[in-house]
């Protein structure tokens, strides 16, 4: 039998029997690392252990300590619980089942709904079959041969996926009685599932169609090792102590209501005041960089949208309404009415940039199953902004608004990442301005020194934009802000500029958020702070409390004083007891308590506790103030 060499990563080569498979080349390598290997690497793509390796290839092993290897054993344990419902539901049809950023999941339709008991059947099956070891193998079957065997097996939706693909050949992975069709890469056998976890159960409509069957998706984690598993474990407990919607409610801050209408948040006075700070903050920093504060109404008609390719490519987000029998369409964007705007007016090359900005109010239609609390709403508030500029600014305004999303996001206490989102398939406008705002924006990135990733083909349907995803005090990532160049609008609604040299151009258009959704970014505050805002951000920064009823005069007094000095402060004078008052007021999460007592009253002072139990030295009323006023100013 001839001998073939292989490439390893350090450019060292091996040589190997003909045939020989990535597992053979880990145990040439070395007995430890056969025993670590779970997958491979050849020239680039990803394999199982029992590839087989050609004379020149590049080869490297995947152990569970390599980056990819968690993605590998969570496919795989999605696979096993796969195997686990289909043992203890035989009825249950398999659907697709992937790993995810936290996990993984499997859909399938089963007729009764999954109970909790359920997930803890399916879990102790899990660890049946783990322990069973059961070996995993890869299978190439013709198309023709996989969608005999799947519809003898009665697994119609698996027939539906391969007839999708049309191709000739699929693969499909065994372990046991249980096949499913997979691409792979996969673990050796089930014994590699050694820490996993069934989590929690949800619907999902078939590939995403509100038109298509309902399922049941049911959510599960898997990590290399127990201890990683267990940290994870507890912070997800963490995050469910921390959900803005549980926190919402305590903190009374907003609310949902059935009766209104899914996805519309009713704001509290509470949370109407958070809101209010926020914007107020927001309008500041706007003006300070040069923005002019623009208002557009809520209700277009709707030849707009058709104009601006809204119409084509949004539609189904969209809400549509008539008067007088005119279209209309309510507004998922602020764009059309800055772009009025900016054409009721000759503009010449001296008064760009121009900069709108306006906190806007957008209506946008999502299914009814991807609402979640204020992360997905379908009313919700931008921080929306659109820079009109020419060619030549376009690199200065694209970096400005970059540093404007780094000063801000400081303040707030986030660190992001960045990534640049691609044309997708379903866009408008000619190659050459979308390959012009993508170096646009690619150029900037690479300035900025920040690093980035490429996000191929999410771009928005008018251009490609920079999403930047803040991390929370949790390590999760969140899309708040993005930057959006856009050269097509400016062509569809024939703006122009003047230039130096007489002849009319055209300018270019940014669009961009700085927090993005105003809703989706309280909640992302609530779960980061865990309701413990800071004293700027707090709706209630200081409550006075009374020891006895006797205080009452002198309580009012302190309470004026503060009130006056823009302290947002309330008032407990209740007849109830101290340690009762207090307790109520560290559930709120209110910064800081003023015990007003015998010793207070008679010395004209006032005793601060903060949240947190510690207390600060008595002082006079005026001296609070100042002292709050200057921990505020301290933030922002």
């Excluded at 707009?304 to 809204?310: C, E, I, K, N």
Aim: glycine fraction near 8%; proline fraction near 4%; charged fraction near 30%.
């Amino acid at each position: 039998m001839a001998d073939i060499s292989v490439t390893l990563p350090d450019g060292s080569a091996r040589t190997l029997p003909e045939g020989a498979t990535v597992h053979d080349l880990a145990a040439a390598i070395g007995s430890g690392l056969a025993k670590a290997a779970i997958a491979g690497r050849i020239d680039g793509s990803l394999v199982d252990l029992s590839a087989r390796l050609l004379d020149g290839a590049r080869v490297e092993i995947i152990t569970d300590k390599s980056p990819e290897a968690l993605e590998i054993i969570r496919h795989s344990t999605s696979h096993l619980m796969a195997q686990a419902v289909k043992s203890i539901f035989p009825e249950a049809k398999v659907t697709i089942g992937p790993a995810i950023e936290t996990g993984f999941y499997y859909d399938f339709d089963v007729d009764h709904p999954f109970t909790p008991e359920d997930l803890e059947k399916i879990e102790k099956k899990m660890e049946e079959l783990a322990k069973a070891g059961l070996k995993i193998e890869r299978q190439e079957l013709s198309s023709a041969d996989a969608v005999k065997l799947f519809r003898e097996m009665g697994e119609d939706y698996k027939v539906e996926l391969i007839e999708d693909l049309g191709v000739d050949h699929v693969s499909l992975y065994r372990q046991g009685e249980f096949a499913d069709l997979c691409r792979g890469p996969h673990l050796p056998s089930t014994s590699w599932c050694k820490a996993f976890k069934v989590t929690s159960i949800a619907g999902a409509y078939w590939r995403g169609d509100e038109k298509r069957k309902m399922l049941q998706r049911v959510y599960g984690t898997a990590f290399p090792d127990k201890k990683q598993l267990d940290e994870y474990l507890a912070r997800l407990e963490e995050a469910k102590r921390r959900d803005h919607r549980k926190l919402g409610r305590e903190l009374d801050l907003f609310s949902f209501n059935d009766e209104v209408g899914a996805g519309f948040a009713i704001w509290h006075p509470k949370g109407a005041m958070l809101r209010t700070i926020i914007e107020d903050f927001e309008r500041r920093e706007h003006l300070k960089r040069g923005y002019d504060i623009v208002v557009g109404p809520q209700i277009l008609k709707t030849e707009l949208w058709q104009r601006s390719g809204h119409y084509d490519n949004y539609r189904e987000n969209m809400y549509f309404t008539e008067v007088d029998e005119q279209s209309f369409g309510i507004k998922p964007m602020n764009c059309l009415s800055h772009m009025m705007i900016y054409k009721s007016h000759l503009r010449s090359y001296r008064d760009l940039p121009l900069r709108f900005f306006e906190l806007g109010t957008v209506h946008r239609h999502e299914r009814a199953g991807v609402l979640h609390g204020l992360l997905r709403v379908r009313c919700f508030t931008q921080d929306d902004a659109h820079i009109l500029c020419t060619p030549e600014q376009l690199d200065g305004e694209i970096k400005g608004v970059i540093s404007f999303v780094q000063d801000v996001m400081g303040v707030f206490g986030f660190e992001f990442e960045m990534e640049l989102s691609t044309r997708p398939e379903k866009s408008i406008g000619s190659d050459e301005d979308w390959e012009r705002a993508t170096n646009a924006l690619l150029g900037a990135l690479k300035d900025s020194g920040r690093p980035y990733e490429i996000n191929e083909g999410d771009g928005a349907f008018y251009g490609p934009k920079i999403d930047i995803k803040l991390r929370d005090s949790l390590d999760r990532r969140w899309q708040c802000a993005t930057i959006q160049c856009d050269f097509t609008l400016p062509e569809r609604f024939d703006l122009t500029y003047i230039d130096a040299d007489g002849e009319k151009k055209r300018p270019v258009m940014v669009h961009r958020v700085i927090l993005g959704s105003i809703e989706r970014f309280i909640g992302v505050l609530i779960e980061h702070f865990a309701g413990n805002f800071p004293v700027w951000l707090s709706p209630v920064q200081a409550t006075v409390l009374t020891v006895t009823e006797n205080q009452v005069p002198y309580a009012q007094q302190v309470f004026d004083t503060l009130r006056g000095a823009g302290i947002r402060v309330q008032k407990d004078f209740r007849n109830e007891k101290l340690g009762f008052k207090i307790r109520e007021a560290q559930l709120q999460k209110i910064p800081y308590m003023l015990v007003i007592g015998d010793k207070e009253v008679e010395n004209g002072t006032v005793t601060p506790r903060f949240r947190d139990g510690s207390n600060l030295s008595p002082m006079e009323p005026a001296a609070f103030a100042e002292y709050l006023a200057r921990e505020v100013a301290s933030f922002h």
